[in-house]
């Protein structure tokens, strides 16, 4: 009944009927859907002189790699010692990522589990207590690294844990 629900099934499902309703349900989401989003952007793209060639290269350019991503970093001009150190955490990190997973490195950092900035900045702040924690700020594509990390293994702990999580508050000021 939930699966119905979600997909707007229209009659009590029977033995008789399943068959011809899950059909229905296939339909409308693996064909009219689709196809609803392919007519509303096709007279655009069209007039754009997109070909899907075009299409292709350009969602290809958008797909996350750990590579791409640290491409993406810039670190502060003047570090300290400890702040190159992390920052070579941060890379590490990313360079260790599952392919998975760096889409939601990403989606923590920019909102979007696609490349959809061009520059992620850090900057180095120092908290204490449980505060102490990475802060992303979507919207400028800022990240915001606690300074006391005494070793790689408990910056990637804290880091994992916060992309496990999957909660993120994201505050709209």
């Known amino acids: 009944m939930e699966v119905l629900e979600e997909h707007n099934g229209r009659r009590i499902p029977k033995k008789e009927n399943i068959h011809q309703t899950v059909m229905e ?5 693996f064909i009219q859907e689709p196809m609803f989003v392919i007519d509303t952007w096709a007279h655009y ?6 070909t899907s060639a075009e299409l292709d290269k350009i969602y290809e350019k ?14 502060p001009s003047n570090m300290t010692e400890s702040q190159k150190t992390l920052s070579k955490y941060l890379c590490k990190f ?3 990522l599952e392919t998975n997973r760096i889409g ?6 920019t909102g979007s589990d696609i490349i959809c900035t061009s520059k992620i900045e850090v900057t180095f702040v ?3 207590g449980l505060s102490s924690h990475p802060v992303a700020h979507t919207c400028s594509g800022v990240l915001e690294l606690p300074d006391d990390y005494q070793s790689y ?15 993120w508050v994201m505050d709209i000021v």
């Open 62 to 75: 958008c797909k996350p790699t750990s590579k791409r991503v640290i491409s993406m970093i810039s670190f």
């Open 126 to 128: 120092h908290l204490e």
């Open 25 to 29: 349900i296939a339909e409308k989401e």
């Open 94 to 96: 990313v360079k260790e």
């Open 45 to 50: 793209l069209t007039k754009m002189g997109l």
């Open 153 to 167: 293994p408990d910056f990637r702990s804290q880091f994992m844990e916060i992309l496990r999580s999957n909660v």
């Open 104 to 109: 939601t490195f990403l989606r923590f950092m």
